[in-house]
């Protein structure tokens, strides 16, 4: 199915740290997942919500809006030399992209047809119909990986992992190119069980071509205050740049190619 619309937050151009080259970057609208630490709250509505415009001041903004895929399509031509020039092209970010399927996959199609490099980067919560759908239509995926234990998974982002593991078990069978992110949350996703669990779910994957670890920052905290919406992480601090390294070459000794940001 293909959608004529749909609703994004944002239109990221020049964008170096979500694929290869100079990147055009849509920041599509929804999520169904709530992971304590997202730093995208304004994202996770599927449709446009106010939000205030500073924290001080109590007048409000509509965060996000409708699209056609012509004026997606229209964004994106103004940067064709830049991809053709860096090797960059077009990446769909969110939110959880997959809950605008039928768009997404309106907006990739296109691409395709104009071959334009595609990356999607995703939390690869979805259906595995959904996700077949649009394999052909993505040409790299940008997969998070969390959480390994199902219930601590459920707990700390609201949904069992099992679609998850089982997705990216899927795309990477289908000999897809994948580069996971972990997102380096202290004392959540880089404790001992999980940095070994997860290490080992990546070594029995053939396809992953590196993994991405992403610090946690604090960059959402002054959003979700805009938004009147409850921030659940106050007490962590962000990764220092040792603990990031040695959490580089824990997983390189494990034989994984592995960098730290985007
Ligand atoms: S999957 Fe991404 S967008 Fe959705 S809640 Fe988690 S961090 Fe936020």
Redesign the pocket.
Known sequence: MMSDSGYIFDIKKFAIHDGPGIRTTIFLKG?S???W??H?PE??NLKPEPILKTNNIDEQEIIGREISVEEVLHEIDKDMIFYEESGGGVTIS???ALMQHDFLYSILKKCKEKNIHTALDT?G?APEEIIRKITGVVDLFLF?LKLIDEETHEKH?GVSNRLILNNLKFLDDQEENIIIRIPIIPGFTDTESNLLQISEFIRNLNNVQSVNLLPYNKMGVEKYKRLKKLYKLTEVSVPSEERMNELKIYFKNKGIKVSIGG
Do not use: A
Request: proline share 0%.
């Open positions: 999520c997942m709530d992971c630490w997202c995208n994202s996770r969110g939110g959880e939390s919560y998070d982002t």
